[in-house]
């Protein structure tokens, strides 16, 4: 065992993770969580690895989804934060989401009771000289003076964007007289009768009375600094969204295909809200795709419109915070340290993935990396047919530093396929038409994750 200190600053999805990595492998760690000592505008428990927008992980599909292959290389990886969540799953469809205060939970407990980690609750707002091995994983709401001290380090201005947080809603004040339980095109998770998330109907003219009430809300006043402060396009508030188009949401978030009313089954639906199980109680919902930045007041009384939710009562509210990151491609290497100050090492979101796996995943990499300089082993960076390899390969080398924003993990961030023979259909002859496009696209999928499973088992051996 060795006895040279990992030094983790932040304590949410990325540094729990990195944490726990760094742990099992032997090393000693010392997890610098500022909270409950400084608290956040978006944090409200004390829990490590608390989740702040949504209590969703996304698709659980690996074999034709780049974020379930995600999920399967972390769960090959033995990562703490995919076993909690596994663990605290709620129905989600084919998605994987969890009780999110179960989930953190666990993570918090695991790491208190690790005999090689401590955990210090205090803010850090600067690098002391005599840490040797450094992670910072602070994520997109780093306090204003460690983000002084980074930008001090850094010599370049950070990236800032907003995030958008979506509401919860009491189970027990949602109109089961006009929703109904049900996953779109009746798929839900394994195991599951596909009735995962409540849907709220709308017709024509409902749709366009709740659209024009948004855009008519009065939202959240822009303090000066925010003022040129841009979106991440995967997080827009409903509000903004609605503004870009009356058609963007039927098409977006409150798309109605895939479902059929449960009530009226001869009728359409013009458009639909969706709720998704927010903890394993079943007694809080959270609005799917409804991230704003509108004042409290406003979200009540348009919220209130959405058909079965005229009497919801809500357990939170949404809101808006400010997001950092760095520029990635400029400053780290791709061992994720810090060019000009090598014992350095960024995780999470700050380094400019977006998304809870694609945040926990790079935590798991840092932490590896430095395991191996702190031992003495050999470095071996996942290949980028992997999920794993193609984000980091993303932030680190490929990413263009002039325009470098958020993303998260897709098959376009790993290198290009050889051509793939033609689709066939259960007949044995080539697929024609709409069903050659879909089985190019089906077998393309498919292709990319069976590339990338072998390759990080072959990873993970070597």
Not at 46 to 73: I, M, P, Q, T, W
Not at 368 to 396: D, E
Request: hydrophobic share 40%.
């Amino acid at each position: 065992m060795s006895e040279t200190v990992l030094h983790i600053i932040g304590g949410g999805l990325a540094g729990s993770e990195a944490a726990w990595q760094a742990a099992q492998a032997g090393v000693k760690v010392v997890v610098h969580e500022m909270r409950p000592v400084r608290k956040t505008d978006a944090h409200v428990t004390d829990h490590l690895a608390e989740l702040v927008c949504s209590n969703s992980f996304r698709s659980d599909d690996a074999e034709n989804n780049a974020v379930g292959l995600l999920h399967a290389e972390l769960r090959d990886a033995q990562s703490l934060i995919m076993a909690c969540a596994d663990t605290h799953q709620v129905p989600a469809g084919g998605a994987l989401a969890v009780d999110r205060e179960g989930f953190s939970a666990a993570v918090t407990q695991a790491l208190e009771a690790h005999e090689n980690i401590t955990i210090e609750r205090q803010e850090v707002t600067q690098i002391p000289a005599d840490w040797q091995h450094v992670i910072i994983a602070t994520g997109p709401l780093t306090s204003p003076a460690l983000s002084e001290a980074i930008g001090d380090m850094t010599g370049r201005d950070k990236l800032a964007f907003f995030d958008a947080i979506a509401p919860i809603i009491y189970h027990d004040s949602i109109d089961l007289d006009i929703c109904w339980y049900q996953s779109r095109y009746d798929k839900g998770a394994p195991g599951s009768d596909g009735k995962d998330y409540i849907n709220c109907p709308m017709d024509e003219a409902q749709y366009n009375a709740f659209l024009d009430a948004l855009i008519a809300s009065d939202t959240a006043d822009f303090k000066q600094w925010e003022a040129d402060t841009p979106y991440f396009n995967g997080c827009l508030p409903i509000e903004v969204m609605a503004a870009r188009g009356r058609e963007t949401l039927r098409h977006g978030p409150m798309k109605p295909r895939g479902l059929t009313n449960a009530h009226q089954p001869d009728i359409k639906p013009y458009a639909v809200v969706q709720l998704r199980q927010d903890n394993a109680l079943g007694t809080l919902f959270n609005m799917v795709g409804f991230q704003t930045k509108l004042k409290y007041g406003a979200q009540t009384d348009v919220f209130k419109l959405i058909p079965g939710l005229e009497n919801a009562r809500f357990a939170r509210l949404g809101g808006l915070h400010r997001n950092t990151f760095l520029n990635s491609p400029t400053l780290l290497d791709t061992e994720l340290r810090l060019k000009n100050a090598p014992n350095i090492r960024f995780a999470g979101q700050i380094t400019g993935v977006e998304g809870y796996v694609e945040s926990t995943t790079i935590g798991l990499l840092a932490s590896r990396f430095a395991v191996a300089q702190i031992l003495g082993t050999p470095i071996n960076a996942p290949p980028a047919t992997t999920a794993f390899g193609a984000l980091l390969a993303h932030i680190t080398v490929n990413a263009e530093a002039s325009s470098f924003q958020p993303m998260n993990v897709n098959f376009g961030l790993m290198p290009v396929l050889g051509d793939l023979p033609p689709p066939i259909g259960e007949d044995g002859k080539r697929l024609r038409g709409k069903a050659r496009m879909q089985g190019k696209k089906i077998a393309r999928q498919q292709a990319f994750t069976s590339r990338a499973r072998q390759d990080f088992k072959n990873w993970l051996a070597s």
